[in-house]
């Protein structure tokens, strides 16, 4: 069965100040990772997605994730973070025998303070 | 382009009221339909899912049932509300493996 490890419940940082959130997941079978965002009181938004190829994903607003077969991780990493960027995050994966579900983390609160 | 509604976007019920939150899809067929509920601070908790007409997966056993009548529609009920079942639900669809679309998503509070 596939699991999604989400490391860090809240993460307090400055404004400007590099920021990293972490996941680990769990899976017997090739796999799909995603990192979605929410702002409160909205649905998710896919903020990037790992499907195959480069293990290295970026997002039209800076963030990125690598992709790390060996350790299992697919951490979110953005260099300069931004008051607007205060939000949840989610990571999730999906995989080729489990159906049509995907699994989500518990989520991160990321909160920029200035 | 796909765009996935949600109504009403909040309720308040009383315990023991029934519950009825739609959600519809427009630009896209035969799409994997899913219901998700979010309680306060914490993550998403997959309720139902869909992967055609009258076809309906449980993954939580409740009092809350989903139905999907036509393609694009997926329909959350429930005959009588607890407490519990007081937070944010999402609907979302999405094309086998790959990522999901979210809708705005319902607040019901149960009181």
């Known amino acids: 069965a596939q699991s999604v490890t989400q490391l860090d419940s809240q993460v307090p940082v400055f404004e400007e100040a590099p920021v990293e959130l972490r996941c680990n997941y769990s899976?017997?079978?090739?796999?799909?990772l995603f990192w979605y965002v929410q702002y409160p009181n909205q649905g998710l938004q896919l903020l990037l997605k790992?499907?195959?190829?480069?293990?290295l994903v970026e997002s039209i607003n800076g963030f990125e994730a690598e992709f790390n077969k060996s350790q299992t991780s697919f951490h979110l990493r953005k260099p300069s973070v931004h008051i607007s960027d205060t939000a949840e995050y989610f990571c999730?994966?999906?995989?080729?025998?489990?159906?049509?579900?995907?699994?989500f983390g518990a989520g991160t609160r990321l909160f920029v303070k200035a | 382009s796909q765009t996935i509604h949600q109504w009403p976007a909040t309720l308040v019920q009383p315990v023991g009221s029934p519950l009825s939150l739609e959600c519809t899809v427009e630009?896209?067929?035969?799409?994997?339909l899913y219901w998700y509920r979010q309680a306060a601070g914490r993550g998403l908790q997959l309720l139902f899912y869909?992967?055609?007409?009258?076809?309906i997966s449980s993954e939580v056993p409740q009092n809350l049932s989903a139905s999907r009548p036509q393609d694009r529609q997926f329909i959350l009920s429930s005959k009588k509300l607890l407490l519990s079942d007081s937070g944010f639900y999402l609907c979302?669809?999405?094309?086998?493996?790959?990522?999901?679309?979210f809708g705005p998503g319902t607040r019901l509070t149960v009181t």
């Open positions: 899976s017997s079978v090739s796999v799909y």
């Open positions: 630009g896209t067929s035969n799409p994997n």
């Open positions: 869909s992967v055609g007409i009258g076809q």
């Open positions: 979302a669809w999405g094309d086998r493996v790959y990522e999901q679309y």
């Open positions: 790992y499907l195959s190829g480069s293990t």
């Open positions: 999730a994966v999906s995989g080729d025998t489990g159906g049509f579900k995907t699994i």
